[in-house]
């Protein structure tokens, strides 16, 4: 009889230990509590899944288009969540890939050349002699010196900003094989330029 109190202490650890896993299990992924956001992902992701297991090139090529759409609709964006996958190359030509949900980024540079390097770069150097605005902020880049890899930050900036970067992706994405549409739909990495950067405080 005496041992039933430690029982019942036990059982409300157990009860309590359990509760604190669910609540961790059901814990909102950051890039699902800004509204724009997850309507965004969730856009993306119902072109991409159908089209993948569709099997059909056709779709699969049409899917890769529409994504790019979908980022061209979406302008600006403020206080986005994502996580800092890869920093390139210095301050003066640096790029960054953020993810913004599962297997979703973005990419920004502020040296074109280092990323369109060829025929792509050409063709848009004889459209216009002015060079195409940078996808990293000033304060954008010196936010990054204090960052790292890894850490979960919030974003703002706006999407396809960088030299028509919807036209850009899709003379990317034109007379590609159906393996690289697909690579593509897989891990969509969209062009934007990121204006203000900060480690993402948790709520």
Known sequence: MSRAPEDMTRRSAVILGSASLLAGCFDQPCEERNPA????????RGVTRPALASNNPLQVEEAARQCIALSEK???????????????????????????GRQISL???????MAFAGSVADFF???SRVPPPPGLSDPAIAALKTLRLGERVTLSGRMGEIAGA????????????DAEHREF?????LLARIEALAVARKK
């Open 37 to 44: 956001q997850k309507a965004f992902l969730d856009a993306v």
């Open 125 to 127: 150097s004889t459209r």
């Open 185 to 189: 739909l897989q891990a969509p990495r």
């Open 166 to 177: 919807g036209v850009l992706d899709l003379s990317r994405l034109l007379g590609k094989s």
């Open 74 to 100: 979406i302008g600006g964006f403020t206080d986005w969540c994502g996580v800092l996958g890869k920093i390139e190359g210095n301050a003066q030509s640096a790029a960054v890939t953020i993810q913004i």
């Open 107 to 113: 990419y920004a540079f502020n040296d074109w050349t």
